[in-house]
Structure formats: C-alpha cells, structure tokens
C-alpha cells in the first residue's frame, strides 16, 4: 500500500502596510516650504551672488560686459546654479495649486490643463535665461566680447520677453478663485484680484525688445523692475494664502491621517 502524505495548503498572502507621509504634510512642504524657498533661492542668486542688481545697461559695450563677466563669472556661475534650483521647486509648488484647480473648480480641468502647459512653459524660459547667463560666464575673456555680451542680452531678454504664459497663468488661476463658490474658499477673493493686477503689470516686460534705454529697457523700471517685484508679491500671496489652508482643507484625505501602502507578502 502506498502512502502518500499531505502537502500542506499554501498560506495565502496576507498584505502588509506601512504608512507614509500625510498628504497635508506634504502639500505642506511642496507648496509652503517650497513656495519660500524657490523665492529665497533665487534671490541668493540673483542679488547676492550673481549681483545682477543693478542689471547691466543695454548700452554698455561688448567690452564691458565681458569684463563684468569676467570679473563676476564665480559669482554669476553661483548664482546660476542657485536659479535652477529655485525653478526645480516651481514643479512641486505648481502641482499643488494646479490639483486644486483640478478637483475644487467647476470647470477646473480646462483651466488646470492650460495653467500646466503655461507653468511648463514658464519654467522652461526661467531655465534657459539662467542658463544664458551662466554660458556667459563660461569662457569670458577667452572667447570674443560680442560672444559674450550676446549671451548676456539673450539671458536679459529671455527673462523678460515671454510674460504672456506666466500672465495666462496669472488669469487662469484668477478664474479659478472667482469659480469657487463653496462656503469657505480655499483662496480669499483678494488673491484672484491680485493675480490680475500681476497679469496686467506682466505686459510692459515687452517693452525691453524695442529700447535700449530708458525706463523700458531691461535695466528699467517698466521693463524689468515692475514685473520682477510684482512677480514675487504674487508668489508669495498664493503661497501664504493656500498655505494657510493645508491643515484644514485636503482634497484626498484629512491632513492627520497618511495614505497606506499596502504590500503583497507571504505568511
């Protein structure tokens, strides 16, 4: 007679979870502390380090402006780097804000789909001046003067010129504030007026194209000074106002509890 012995029934797997970072948290870091820190980090380098301020006049020669490179091309390299680190965060700090278009507006996946694409753009602009600027202080003195002034008139305008995405940006959001119609909005109503005015103070950053002095060139007050300073009130006003619902507003779940992963094992 044979015997034959039973082989044991295979356990079913059984799920195991671990928790993760609370989705409140980290709106928190990608919105608030991001939010701060891309506005710090470029003005370290844009003030600080690269000293752009004053920028250089469109009217100074080839020769000075390789000279400033020159002399400054640490620091400018520096700054640089610090730049697009600033514009990494705009990814994170974007997702947040372009969500809640997304999930809390009537209407909001047109406009959370047209702010993407205009903040992908954006970005893309930021980036390239910053690294116009940090070519120029590659090779200064070793390449020719009107090489280097060039690049530099090409970092200037390029961080000035193309202001229709970020004031397309400016109106979708403020579309979106207007649209919220529940009974305590994320934004208060003062923020989608401010992304307005910003959206209208954008439009003489076109100017720098067509002069080379006055208050209208990239060295100016209307062509550099008012978008640039309008352009970080706005940031921060987004940022503080959004921020300070986090903790009691969460579009996927409530900000004390945390997503669960849930893992296949075998007992």
């Known amino acids: 007679m044979i015997v034959t012995q039973a082989t044991p029934a295979r356990q079913a797997a059984t ?33 600080g380090l690269a000293r752009f301020f004053p920028p250089p006049s469109p009217e100074l020669s ?8 020159a002399e400054d091309k640490d620091g400018i390299r520096l700054g640089a780097t610090l730049m697009f680190a600033s514009f990494a965060l ?9 969500t809640w278009v997304w ?11 047209a702010m993407t694409i205009s903040l992908t753009i954006a970005e893309m602009v930021g980036v390239l001046c910053a690294f116009f600027w ?11 003067a009107d090489i280097t002034m060039t690049l530099n008139d090409a970092g200037w305008l390029m961080f000035v ?28 109503r003062w923020v989608g007026y401010v992304s307005l005015l910003t959206a209208l103070l954008f439009v003489p950053a076109g100017l720098p194209l067509f002069f ?29 106002a959004m921020g300070r619902r986090v903790a009691i507003e969460n579009p996927d779940a409530p900000c004390d509890q945390s997503f669960t992963l849930v893992e296949e094992g075998v007992a």
């Open 15 to 47: 799920p195991r979870s671990r928790r993760i970072m609370p989705v409140g948290r980290l709106q928190w870091w990608f919105l608030v502390a991001g939010g701060h820190t891309l506005t710090v980090l470029f003005i370290v380098g844009w003030f």
């Open 62 to 69: 080839a020769t000075a402006i390789a000279q400033r490179y």
């Open 90 to 98: 705009w990814a994170g700090w974007g997702a947040v804000i372009i």
């Open 103 to 113: 999930r809390r507006v009537s209407g909001g996946r047109i406009l959370a789909i």
């Open 134 to 144: 940090a070519m120029g202080a590659f090779r200064p003195g070793e390449v020719s």
């Open 161 to 188: 010129l193309p202001w229709p995405p970020w004031s397309f940006l400016c109106i979708c959001l403020a579309l979106a504030i207007f649209r919220d119609r529940s009974s305590e909005p994320t934004f208060p």
């Open 212 to 240: 080379k002095s006055s208050e209208m060139a990239y060295d100016g007050v209307l062509g550099m000074y008012v978008p640039f300073i309008v352009f970080f009130v706005w940031v921060e006003s987004v940022t503080w």
